[in-house]
C-alpha cells in the first residue's frame, strides 16, 4: 500500500514530498517487492512444469493433491504415424495429396511390427457387381488387405456397414480412357492407399476384374515376389513405337519406350516413383494423345527408365484378345463353364522370381455381372475360395 501510494505521489509531484528519506525507502521496498513476485513465479513455473510432464494439464488440481500418474491420455505419438486413416475422404487438392504420400522412411527396419498388406485398388465408374465374389475372397482376411475405390464422383456408393467396400471410397475426379485423367486417377488410387504405411503391395483392378485364387496364395505369390508385376514389352509396330513423339526426349528415348496393360500389381518404392513423377507426367500429358493412349505407355515407359530391375514385365490380369477389336472381350453368364475356367487357369508359362512357372494369372478380366451366379458357384472348386 504505502510503496504503490508513494509511487503515484511521486509521479504527479516529485517537489510535494521530502527527496531525502523518500531515495533510500523507496528501492528498498520495491526490491522487496520484486523479490517476493521474483520466488512466487520461480515456485509456480516449477510447480507447473512438474504437473505437464507428469499429470496432464487438465488434472491440475487433482494432480496437487493426489501422487503424480503417468500420463495415460495423449496417444503414443509413434501410433499417429502406423495407424491408417480412419476416414478415407478428405479435402486435399491432388497436389497435397501426392505430396503427402511421397513421405518414406528413410531407415529401412520398422521400429514395430509391421504386416504388410495388399491394397486392392478398384477404378470404377460406379458399382461393383462383382463385389459377392470380392468379399468371399477376401473372407477372414482381415488385417492383411485394404481396398479403395475411385469411381464416377455423381456415383453414390450404398454398401452396408458390414461390407468390405464399406466407406472405402476415396475423393475422385471424372477419367477418361485413354487419356491422361485415367492415369491421374490410378495415380490418386497409389496415393490415398500410400497414407497407410502397412500397404506394400499395390494392385488396380476393375469393376470387371475377379481373382482366380484364394487369398493365401495371392498373398504369397505377391509378397515372396522380387518383382514388380506391371506389364511393359517393346512393341516395334505403329501401335508400340509408332506412337512415340520425338519431343519427349531427352527424358524419353525411343528404345525405353514401352507398351503394357492397364492393371498393374506394383511395390510400395514403386507406388512412390508414380505418385512423385512431375518430369514424365508433363512429357505424357503433352506428347502422348490419342492415338497415344497414355494408359498404355506411361508407367510402363517411366518405370522402365526409373527401376528396370524391379520389373516383372508381365501382367497378372488374364484377358482375352482373341476376339480381335479394340476392346477384349466380356464374358457373360452363358460363357461362365468348367472349361472356360480350364482355360483361364491352365496352360502357361512364364517366369515367377527367375524360375519357370505355370502360375501367371491372379486375376482375370472382363466379366459382366450375369456371370456372378455361376462364377459364386465355380469358385470353391477352380478358384479355391
Ligand atoms: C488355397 O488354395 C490352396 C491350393 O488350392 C490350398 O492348399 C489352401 O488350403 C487354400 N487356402 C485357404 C485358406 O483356403
Ligand atoms: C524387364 O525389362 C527390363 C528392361 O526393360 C530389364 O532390365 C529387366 O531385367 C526385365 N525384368 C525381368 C524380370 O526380366
Sequence with gaps: MQSRSLTIEDGKDPSALPKAPQSR??????????????????GISVLSMFMIRYGGVQNVVSTVRSEFQP???EPGVLERWIKPPSNLMHSMTDKE?????????????????????IAFMFLTRGPLPLSPLWEKFLKGHEGLYSIYIHSLPSYEAKFPPSSVFYRRQIPSQVSEWGRMSMCDAERRLLANALLDISNEMFVLVSESCIPVFNFSIVYDYLSSSRF??????????PYGRGRYNE????????????????WFEVNRRLAIHIVEDTIFHSKFEEFCKPACYVDEHYFPTMLTIQAPHLLANRSLTWVDWSRGGAHPATFGKADITEDFLKRILEDHNCLYNNEPSTVCFLFARKFAPSALEPLLQLAPKFFGY
Excluded: H
Design 25 to 42: 525507502v523507496f528501492p528498498l521496498r520495491i526490491l522487496q517487492f520484486f523479490g517476493l513476485f521474483l520466488i512466487l513465479g520461480l
Design 71 to 73: 500420463c495415460l491420455e
Design 97 to 117: 495429396l501426392f505430396w503427402r504420400a511421397s513421405f518414406a522412411p528413410q531407415i529401412n527396419e520398422y521400429p514395430f511390427t509391421r504386416v504388410p498388406k
Design 228 to 237: 514388380s508385376f506391371i506389364g511393359a514389352f517393346d512393341d516395334p509396330g
Design 247 to 262: 519431343n519427349m526426349a531427352p527424358e524419353v528415348d525411343i528404345t525405353q519406350w514401352r507398351k503394357g496393360s492397364q
